[in-house]
């Protein structure tokens, strides 16, 4: 059943809304009555659920407080609490990444594989819960260390003494007679190409010996002279630990935390 209320104008005098305020009264009336009856049809049953049982609901708590039911059942609430996850397995995870291992590294880790837990394995959900409370969450990190083995630095230094002279060079010249040409007016007249002093040792010649000084800084014939060599070694040896390192995480208030 609907009820329309008629909307009062303010530019109505009193006289004339009145008709429409004993209208809206009325249905008013009409409306608060079919909710009372709805009420009691509705209710009814209920109350007369609860006048039936009262006396037996009120020796029921009467008896448990007696037996102390409450301090009982809140134990045994915590007894199903702390093992609720004993028959599950736990999730075991191998983590992805080779970590070097330190403390810095070591709760990185740590903080990443919380996160990733809490978003991959969600405890709870809007309006379900898909893992219990004290599940255990295995997560194996393969760690490596790194050591310095070698970190040297060698010098050789040698010495050797250079030595110098000075050098001379002979050359030896002769007049040649080319194209049938006579030479001085008394000397026969040559053959065609030009002859060597062994062939012709009538040929005029002559010696020239020209010298160069060969010398080091300031004059010197001899000095010394060094090499000078650095040599420099490093060895830095990295290694995977044979053991795992073992991150325990368990489900603790509806949360993956790590397991103390």
């Given at each position: 059943?609907?009820?329309?209320?008629n909307k009062l104008i303010s530019s109505d005098?009193?006289?004339?809304?009145l008709s429409t305020v004993n209208l809206n009264y009325n249905d008013l009336d009409l409306w608060t009555s079919n909710i009372i009856l709805s009420s009691e049809k509705y209710y009814e049953p209920l109350k007369n659920f609860y006048l039936f049982y009262k006396d037996f609901w009120k020796d029921t708590i009467n008896y448990s407080i007696e037996i102390n039911a409450i301090p009982r059942l809140t134990s045994f609430q915590t007894n199903v609490l702390?093992?609720?996850?004993?028959?599950?397995?736990?999730?075991?995870l191998y983590y992805p990444l080779i970590t070097e291992n330190n403390i810095?590294?070591?709760?990185?880790?740590?903080?990443?594989?919380?996160?990733?837990?809490?978003t991959t394995y969600p405890v709870s959900s809007i309006g379900n819960t898909n893992i219990v409370e004290n599940t255990l969450g295995l997560v194996y990190?393969?760690?490596?260390?790194e050591e310095t083995r070698i970190d040297t630095t060698f010098t050789k230094i040698s010495t050797t003494r250079c030595i110098t002279n000075d050098s001379s060079a002979t050359v030896e010249c002769w007049i040649a007679y080319l194209n049938?040409?006579?030479?001085?007016?008394?000397?026969?007249?040559?053959?065609?190409f030009s002859r060597t002093l062994a062939d012709h040792p009538d040929s005029p010649s002559c010696e020239n010996i020209f010298t160069v000084e060969c010398a080091y800084e300031?004059?010197?014939?001899?000095i010394d002279r060094?090499?000078?060599v650095n040599i420099n070694s490093y060895f830095s040896d990295r290694y995977e630990k044979d053991e795992f390192y073992l991150l325990k995480l368990i489900v603790k208030s509806c949360n993956w935390t790590i397991y103390e």
């Open positions: 059943m609907s009820y329309t209320f005098y009193v006289g004339n809304s702390e093992n609720s996850a004993k028959w599950i397995s736990p999730i075991v810095q590294n070591l709760e990185n880790l740590t903080q990443n594989a919380l996160e990733w837990m809490n990190c393969l760690l490596y260390e049938n040409i006579g030479c001085y007016g008394d000397r026969n007249v040559c053959a065609n300031n004059n010197e014939k001899q060094n090499g000078i």
